[in-house]
């Protein structure tokens, strides 16, 4: 069976020190678990939890690339992030055993197209424009 379009390439990112590289699946990403960054952005850590949202793998942008400016914006931010590659899947993993799915760390750059974000908040929608995007 064949595809009606080419399917797009698997993204994926460079491992240290070998060949190989990690498939992407999905990015899933941690909103409001840093207390400091809660309150600039108007929220109490206090009385709101984190919560999680979703990035499309094919955002990323790989080996060594440029980050070019994306349109429709006239304002990125840029967060530091710590990475968790997820190695191995499970459901109801015990707590104990968590650690035996953790491929490895890295260290990521989180692009937010922060006027976008705002205003789809503003209209209580979702905000992936401002998130997830094309990186070029």
């Known amino acids: 069976m064949g595809y009606v379009i080419p399917a797009p390439p ?11 590289r990690f498939p992407m699946h999905r990015i899933y990403c941690v909103g409001r678990n840093y207390a400091e960054h809660a309150r600039e952005m108007g929220h109490d850590p206090d009385r709101e939890p984190p919560f999680f949202f979703l990035k499309p793998a094919d955002a990323i942008v790989t080996d060594g690339r440029d980050f070019p400016y994306p349109p429709q914006t006239s304002d990125v931010h840029h967060e530091m992030e710590l990475v968790v590659a997820i190695g191995k899947g499970g459901a ?14 890295a260290v ?6 922060r006027d976008l974000q705002a205003a789809a908040k503003k209209a209580a929608r979702p905000w992936d424009a401002g998130k997830g995007f094309d990186p070029g």
């Open 92 to 105: 109801d993993i015990a707590t104990a055993s968590a650690l035996d799915h953790v491929h490895g760390y």
């Open 10 to 20: 698997i993204p994926s990112l460079g491992v240290d020190g070998t060949e190989a």
């Open 108 to 113: 990521g750059l989180d692009m937010t197209r």
